[in-house]
């Protein structure tokens, strides 16, 4: 019998263990990802990034239980976007910052869109408030820049705002983030 090709996934949990919402212990997540029939599942930070393995065949299925095991625990249907290894090489390679991911000055964000855009504004789009930028977007990504608030020591978060600005539920992760569990994706599990 052949073996069934295996891919790695990246599932990332919108409004996770930050204060108002959810709080799931990670080994409890994980569980939750393996009693669904995930393989090889790993999670990184306590911000709900869960990487795993499944045959893309079973995918759409395996999401439907990994969502409902994931809302058992948080209490309500989670937000959960889902991502191949291959998908986040795709955003690295098109290096969509630029020379901004050396300015040390602002924070740079990965938005994953839950579905297409519902809008298609005009790029850039700034929230000067929120000190924010919305610069790209590819496909169901898009790309924000974040610059420190007048006022404080803060940054602004690109959530919302980018859920507001294409009209699609989002889950953000700042650049940082997104480039370490990508070598994460790419360590054999």
């Not at 919305?134 to 420190?148: N, Q, Y």
């Amino acid at each position: 019998m052949p073996a069934v090709s295996k891919t790695r996934y990246v599932a990332f949990l919108r409004a996770l263990n930050v204060p108002g919402h959810a709080i799931i212990r990670m080994p409890q997540l994980c569980q939750a990802f393996e009693l669904a029939g995930c393989r090889k599942v790993a999670s990184f930070s306590s911000a709900g990034n869960v990487l795993f393995e499944t045959a893309p065949a079973s995918a759409a299925a395996l999401f439907k239980k990994i969502r409902t095991r994931v809302g058992v625990l948080s209490g309500g249907e989670p937000g959960i976007v889902f991502r191949t290894a291959g998908d986040l090489e795709v955003v690295a390679r098109a290096a969509p910052f630029g020379d901004l991911v050396n300015d040390r000055s602002i924070k740079l964000y990965v938005v994953f869109l839950a579905g297409p855009p519902t809008r298609k504004p005009r790029l850039p789009v700034v929230d000067e408030k929120e000190c924010l930028e919305l610069v790209g977007v590819e496909g169901l990504h898009a790309f924000v820049v974040s610059r420190r608030r007048p006022r404080g020591i803060f940054y602004g978060f690109p959530n919302s705002f980018v859920e507001r600005e294409l009209g699609v539920a989002a889950t953000s992760r700042n650049w940082s983030t997104f480039s370490k569990i990508l070598a994460r994706t790419r360590q054999d599990p």
